[in-house]
């Protein structure tokens, strides 16, 4: 029993990298054209758009890891203990970020997929600059967008280090210390994406 929840936690960690981590990574640089202006924003997304088979790739790639990712990790959210003794004070400041900006990551990418993807499915929205703009036109959706891609953000590159961990890539104490250099850079090139974007969405600048 042990060795398959050891199992379920690997795969777990795997699909928050590849392919979720990456799908973030795409999305946050297709927003990021929005700082060069509409046209090119919109150019981009109608590329994405056209993908052949675009939607049978969003399910495969994009939905069910993300279904399985979210929902064993607010089952590890809820049940898991810190290890002091393990990880030290640090590390386990993280892995409690890590299990609170998860459940915030959970609830935001669910009203967002209503908010865009199934408001467009439906027909009710084209997916354009414009769109974008008016959702993010209000303080509060800026505010609750910014909060939200900083928790992902940490999520996905705090993720990133106990991945390292968790597959034995890195397992020397000064190998991990380099990992969090890192990781912590990341989150902070990846937030910078994210929140520049909103910024131009929201003021034009």
């Given at each position: 029993?042990?060795?398959?929840?050891?199992?379920?936690?690997?795969?777990?960690?795997?699909?928050?990298?590849?392919?979720?981590?990456?799908?973030?990574?795409?999305?946050?640089?297709?927003?990021?054209?929005?700082?060069?202006?509409?046209?090119?924003?919109?150019?981009?997304?109608?590329?994405?758009?056209?993908?052949?088979?675009?939607?049978?790739?969003?399910?495969?790639?994009?939905?069910?890891?993300?279904?399985?990712?979210?929902?064993?990790?607010?089952?590890?959210a809820f049940t898991s203990k810190n290890s002091l003794a393990r990880y030290g004070y640090f590390r386990n400041w993280?892995?409690?970020?890590?299990?609170?900006?998860?459940?915030?990551?959970?609830?935001?990418?669910?009203?967002?997929?209503?908010?865009?993807?199934?408001?467009?499915?439906?027909?009710?929205?084209?997916?354009?600059?414009?769109?974008?703009?008016?959702?993010?036109?209000?303080?509060?959706?800026?505010?609750?967008?910014?909060?939200?891609?900083?928790?992902?953000?940490?999520?996905?590159?705090?993720?990133?280090?106990?991945?390292?961990?968790?597959?034995?890539?890195?397992?020397?104490?000064?190998?991990?210390?380099?990992?969090?250099?890192?990781?912590?850079?990341?989150?902070?090139?990846?937030?910078?994406?994210?929140?520049?974007?909103?910024?131009?969405?929201?003021?034009?600048?």
């Open positions: 029993m042990a060795q398959r929840t050891f199992a379920y936690r690997r795969l777990h960690s795997l699909l928050g990298i590849i392919p979720i981590g990456v799908f973030l990574i795409q999305h946050l640089l297709i927003n990021y054209f929005a700082v060069y202006g509409e046209e090119r924003f919109n150019g981009a997304v109608a590329f994405m758009e056209n993908l052949p088979l675009l939607i049978v790739l969003e399910i495969v790639l994009i939905y069910l890891p993300l279904l399985y990712h979210a929902i064993l990790g607010t089952y590890i993280m892995f409690d970020l890590q299990r609170l900006t998860g459940l915030i990551a959970f609830a935001f990418i669910a009203w967002h997929v209503w908010q865009t993807r199934i408001q467009i499915g439906l027909g009710n929205a084209e997916l354009n600059y414009g769109f974008m703009a008016g959702i993010l036109a209000s303080p509060v959706a800026f505010w609750l967008y910014a909060i939200s891609i900083l928790a992902i953000s940490f999520h996905f590159s705090n993720g990133l280090w106990s991945f390292l961990v968790t597959w034995g890539i890195t397992q020397s104490a000064r190998s991990q210390k380099a990992a969090t250099y890192v990781t912590l850079a990341l989150f902070a090139g990846v937030a910078y994406v994210g929140i520049r974007a909103l910024v131009r969405f929201s003021y034009g600048i």
